[in-house]
């Protein structure tokens, strides 16, 4: 065993110059202050054996090898019989990586031969393969595959995987031997029926598993409100729109202790007729309530870079539209959580406020408090139920929605 940075243990399939042989690698784990790296094997050479099947068969019968001593070695002896068999980027030409690098730099040809290199210079190092070492320790050229492809991509990049692949080409053959000579074929000759089917089986229920976990992450993601992933569900400032008196507005509201904070200053609230609007203005003023709140300048800077669009969520839409006709047809015509949504709007711009004017209204019109409180299943409408006509209701609510756009100041 030998160092270097932390990953579990991986079968793998090599092909070597005598032929495709499967085994386990540790690419890397830290243990007692030090990163350590193995393969299968001992003090004799590293393990490989020519199927799945062998190498399973050789895990479980009570074999001594030095990869015990991982510290999730437990871990993965206890995983289903399918454990044995690679990954497809787990495969590893060795043999072809001359040829691979006689291609052209693509992502995926810079991406195998980073992976060859990679493991090789493990098994190098892990097996004492002293040619192989030498090579690697010569020739730093080849640690610039770990850059990935795009040191590859300039006229320059380009010239140097040329002379990296004359590198290989010249000294390959010499490593491939050194590795080849410390690689010990383990031959198993009495692989017990059905070992086959166990590895088939298993690998089928991890993939069903995988297909199961994988529709339930796109259900959860069709699920998933986009409005979480916006800046202003980062801020925790939201945009809002009012429909009311034929307009359509909007501005910026958020919570501070539990109490509104609108878009404005000494009451008054300021609300655009476009969203591009209410955008180009936050650029260009500070001078309101929001500025104050610990999130505001990064909604600006935001905006500034030209990367902030009004996104309004479903529960920050308030419609005003049909309600007083509505009231004055009778409760049965009234959608209730329209008129709860909207006397939410007007409640929060008074509270925000901080004036008497929705309270001193109420007391001047007492039975319009007990037909919202009825209206919206509050317990202190106290028995009242609207009787007709309903013209005062509808009347008064109008007063509700002028109180509001008073507020209201088109910047």
């Known amino acids: ?43 004799s050479g590293v393990f490989v054996f020519d199927s799945p099947e062998a190498l399973l068969h050789y895990l479980e019968s009570g074999n001594k090898f030095d990869l015990s001593e991982h510290p999730k070695w437990a871990a993965f002896a206890q995983m289903p019989a399918d ?21 052209r730099p693509s992502y995926e040809n810079v991406s195998r031969a980073a992976a060859i290199v990679n493991i090789t210079r493990s098994l190098a190092t892990v097996s004492a393969a002293d040619d192989a070492v030498v090579f690697y320790a010569s020739h730093s050229i080849t640690n610039n595959l ?15 995987w040329t002379g990296l692949g004359q590198v290989i080409l010249s000294n390959w053959k010499k490593v491939r031997t050194a590795l080849d000579n410390q690689v010990k074929l383990v031959e198993i000759s009495d692989i017990p029926a059905g070992t086959t089917e166990r590895i088939a089986k298993a690998t089928a229920d991890r993939e069903a598993a995988r297909k199961e976990a994988e529709a339930q992450r796109a259900q959860e993601a069709a699920e998933a409100d986009p409005y979480d992933l916006s800046p202003w569900s980062a801020a925790g400032i939201d945009p809002v729109k009012i429909f009311i008196d034929g307009s359509t507005l909007y501005t910026l509201r958020t919570y501070v202790n539990g ?61 005003f539209r049909g309600l007083a006709e509505a009231i004055l047809k009778g409760p049965q015509e009234v959608d209730t959580e329209q008129m709860s949504a909207a006397y939410e709007i007007m409640a929060d711009a008074a509270d925000w406020a901080a004036d008497d004017s929705m ?27 609207p009787t007709a006509p309903f013209s005062d209701h509808a009347d008064a609510w109008r007063e509700l929605e002028k109180l509001l756009m008073r507020r209201f100041s088109k910047s």
């Not at 579990?8 to 042989?21: E, F, Q, R």
């Not at 454990?83 to 291609?103: C, M, Q, Y």
């Not at 109420?362 to 317990?379: C, E, H, K, T, V």
């Open 1 to 43: 065993m030998t160092s270097t940075a932390n990953r579990a243990i991986i079968p793998v399939m090599l092909s070597l110059d005598k032929g495709d042989v499967y085994t386990l690698w540790a690419p890397s784990w830290r243990e007692h202050g030090s990163e350590w790296q193995a393969f299968l094997g001992d003090d």
């Open 359 to 385: 309270n001193a209204f109420f007391l001047a019109n007492p039975r319009m408090q007990d037909y919202i409180s009825y209206m919206l299943g509050a317990p202190e409408h106290a028995g009242y139920v």
């Open 83 to 103: 454990r044995v068999v690679p990954a497809e980027n787990h495969h590893f030409d060795v043999v072809g990586l001359p040829a691979l690098l006689a291609e």
């Open 259 to 319: 109490s509104p904070v609108f878009l404005g200053k000494f009451g008054e609230i300021f609300t655009f007729n476009s969203s591009k609007a209410l955008v180009r203005w936050i650029t260009e003023h500070d001078d309101h309530d929001l500025a104050k709140t610990a999130t505001w300048e990064n909604l600006v800077a935001t905006a500034n870079a030209g990367e902030l669009f009004v996104q309004v969520h479903r529960d920050n839409t308030y419609s």
């Open 146 to 160: 770990a850059r990935g492809f795009d040191h590859y991509s300039s006229e320059a990049g380009f010239e140097e």
